[in-house]
């Protein structure tokens, strides 16, 4: 097949879990194979009891997804309400603090390890259009890496919500100044990396 039919699709968010960040990408994914465009899939393990409302638009393409753990992070996706689940939530808010820069609430920086070698086996089996859906945000920047190795691809950012100028979501307002502009950096790294660039928000 093509190259220009291969497309691997990097979802944090995607049905079987919750919330309406994966129905886009969901019903854009079945058309995409219903249109013979060869896409895969890599998202976030759904860590909840709770299934997607569209969990249906995926069944036909359920061998073409991968899910990879999220981790320690999986802690901070939820709202604690017992005592065990408010230990957990603050050992797993200062863990996140000491292992990542900016905005230790986005989940998606405790998976890009496990997502790169994955992007790069694609890659070599000739897939030459990645893309990444945000929020969370900050994967996206680390992906920035794989194409600075592979130039030839095409790198495709999703943008479902403002990132830095969001003042009501995602923690961003209560990060420190440091924090704050670390945000700011990948961000503008992203705007000088991609090649193409979707929202649907003003940003």
Known sequence: MSSSK???????????????GGRRWAKFAKYLHRNEIDIKVIAAKNESAQISNWNSDISSIQDRITYLPIGFSKHLAIIPSTISEKIMYRLARIYAQLTQKGNYYDKSGQWVDMVL???EKEIKNGCKNIIVTCAPFIHSYHFTTIK???????YIV?????????????????????RQEFE???EKTIA???????TVADI
Request: proline share 9%.
């Open 6 to 20: 291969k497309v691997l699709l990097i979802a944090y968010t995607f049905p079987p879990a919750t919330g309406i």
């Open 117 to 119: 070698p994955l992007i």
């Open 148 to 154: 600075e190795k592979y130039p030839e691809i095409n």
């Open 158 to 178: 999703d943008f479902r919500d403002p990132w830095t100028n969001n003042k009501t979501a995602y923690g961003f307002s209560s990060l420190s100044k440091k």
């Open 184 to 186: 700011v950096l990948a």
């Open 192 to 198: 000088n990396s991609a090649d193409y660039i979707i």
